[in-house]
Nanobody
């Protein structure tokens, strides 16, 4: 079982920055993939960025170089630095983790943190 707790959401003006953090209850070295998804009102949840145990990263097209995902193995945290925020980035951001083996994996989700970007 892995518990994920997000922090760092808030309200920011367009063009501003926020840093989201996700603390895992287990060693993230045991987690295959960690990442961030978001869900805006009336929309489906979408991928923002992921990072693997081997530090390979993947970003959604809409990120366009504005966000950076990173991990701190010593602190068991994954962070998302978001710069040049736009009003359309407004959403609840969820931390995600996938842990398992080639035979079976399990997904874990945090409770979400609200990010609001005002114009």
């Amino acid at each position: 079982q892995v518990e994920l707790v997000e922090s760092g959401g808030g309200v920011v003006q367009a063009g501003g920055s926020l840093r989201l953090s996700c603390a895992a209850s287990a060693s993230i070295l045991t987690i295959n993939v960690m990442g961030w998804y978001r869900q805006a009102p009336g929309k489906t949840r979408e991928l923002v960025a992921t990072i693997t145990r081997g530090d390979s990263t993947n970003y959604a097209d809409f990120v366009q170089g504005r966000f950076t995902i990173s991990r701190d193995n010593a602190k068991n945290t994954v962070s998302l630095q978001m710069n040049s925020l736009k009003p359309e980035d407004t959403a609840v951001y969820y931390c995600y983790a996938k842990r398992g083996t080639i035979w079976a994996t399990r997904d874990y989700w945090g409770q979400g943190t609200q990010v609001t970007v005002s114009s």
